[in-house]
């Protein structure tokens, strides 16, 4: 493992090669990609029912304040993405506290998360930067 701070790679037979590919770099742009706020709500008024169905996240969802998740998820998102917003929810360790969610509820909501994305046409690269950026959530959402 390399040290912090260090490259990951050393050997450079093996570094990345320049991306031949357009990558979103401007965190403005990343918004943009998601339709801003308005398609982050588009996104979220899409994916709370799939949360409700799926039988991994339904016992969650189903009995929660489902508007209000995704009003916070809305703001969350944007925070995230660096737009002109404030979110006023809770840590995620506060929020999921003795809640018990486990590794396959958790990989059912960012399976049913990206289907909504591709349903919203988000480009493939900005919805890897939005689950690059959630997934080290995971410590805190879920419970061992
Ligand atoms: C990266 C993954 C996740 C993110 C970003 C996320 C984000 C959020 C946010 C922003 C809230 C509102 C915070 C608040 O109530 O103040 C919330 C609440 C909640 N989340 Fe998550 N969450 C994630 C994973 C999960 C998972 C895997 C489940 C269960 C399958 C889940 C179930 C819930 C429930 C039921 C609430 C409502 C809690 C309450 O009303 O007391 N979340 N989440």
Request: charged share 25%; aromatic share 6%; with cysteine.
């Amino acid at each position: 493992m390399a040290a912090v701070g260090e490259p990951a790679v050393s050997d450079p037979s093996i570094q990345p090669r320049s991306p031949t590919v357009p990558v979103i770099t401007d965190d403005e742009h990343l918004l943009e990609a998601f339709g801003g706020r308005e398609g982050l709500v588009k996104i979220m008024d899409d994916v709370m029912p799939r949360w409700v169905k799926n039988p991994r996240t339904r016992p969650f969802f189903e009995p929660a304040d489902q508007e209000r998740i995704k009003a916070l998820l809305v703001e969350q998102f944007c925070v995230i993405m660096k737009g002109p917003c404030t979110y006023s929810g809770r840590t995620m360790a506060e929020a999921h506290r003795g809640m018990n969610v486990n590794e396959g509820a958790f990989f059912a909501l960012v399976e049913e998360l990206q289907k909504s994305m591709n349903a919203m046409h988000v480009p493939f690269a900005a919805q890897n930067r939005l689950i690059a950026a959630l997934a080290p959530m995971h410590r805190d959402i879920i419970d061992r």
